[in-house]
């Protein structure tokens, strides 16, 4: 009974002595991953503490890509929680946590500069309308798979934060076509592959899969090489080449060469 006392104690004195930080957000949802499209485990208000075990990266909200794992077990947006610090507070999760920084897996989510970049390259549709070629797309390049986008889960007209957490939810889709299609041998860093998720959201995964880009870098080619030489030939829509392509496979390649540290595939850092 005394030890039984003296454990529930030092539990007890713990938990009292944890570092918490409020919630900024009104309704705020954590989430069983660290992503927009994870399941919903809970929710906090606005003004709630909470209590952060380890931080990781995933889908990026308003720019910042870090995500909390509370002492619930489950991920928040660190957009929403008031840390202090444009950054990490504590240790990065470890071992199969799932997201972007599971041990011996891919990237799901790319980094802050591939989403802006798609974005930008897309641009902004608040409402469901058909793009220069036809296609009807919504938000930043959604394209829809019923009618009217019916089934976008945020309300029309969309802001660019619900257009930017749309994004977000598209894609992971297009990271995972490209890992697999892609071989182990194969090396990326964040932003090569933010750059070629954003190619692959642009032409479609088909496309990839059958492109020569792809099995050059299977072939085990210089991936800067490649991605010079391969993304460039993407430039036509509806049968004609559009400035817009021109411009945007530039602004890939500048990303794609622009050095990191932190790999990407076939493990993500």
């Known amino acids: 009974m005394k030890l039984f006392s003296l454990a529930l104690f030092a539990a007890l004195s713990a938990t009292s002595f944890a570092k918490t930080y409020p919630v900024t957000g009104n309704t705020v949802n954590c989430r069983s991953g660290p992503g927009t499209s994870y399941s919903v485990k809970k929710s906090y208000k606005k003004g709630q503490n909470v209590s952060i075990s380890c931080q990781t990266s995933g889908t990026s909200v308003s720019g910042n890509n870090i995500w909390d794992k509370t002492s619930d077990g489950c991920y928040v947006a660190d957009h929403y929680v008031k840390t202090g610090v444009n950054g990490y507070v504590t240790t990065k999760c470890g071992g199969s946590s799932g997201g972007g920084g599971s041990s011996g897996s891919y990237c799901k989510n790319i980094n802050t500069a591939g989403v802006n970049l798609v974005a930008q390259w897309e641009g902004f549709v608040a409402r469901p309308k058909p793009d220069p070629i036809g296609l009807p797309t919504v938000g930043y390049g959604h394209l829809c798979q019923k009618k009217n986008c019916a089934e976008v889960k945020y309300k029309f007209p969309l802001s660019k934060s619900t257009a930017k957490q749309l994004l977000s939810d598209d894609l992971p889709k ?7 299609y892609l071989n ?7 932003n090569q592959l933010a750059a070629l998720t954003s190619w692959s959201f642009n032409v479609g995964c088909g496309n990839v899969k059958t492109s020569t880009l792809i099995k050059r870098l299977n072939k085990g080619e210089s ?16 049968g004609r080449v559009m400035q817009g392509l021109v411009n945007r496979r530039k602004a890939e390649i500048k990303l794609f060469k622009t050095s990191s540290s932190k790999q990407a595939y076939p493990k993500c850092q």
């Open 184 to 190: 182990n041998k194969v090396k990326l860093n964040d």
């Open 223 to 238: 991936p800067n090489t490649v991605a010079g030489q391969e993304l460039p030939k993407w430039r036509m829509a509806g």
């Open 174 to 180: 297009y990271t995972k076509c490209l890992a697999g």
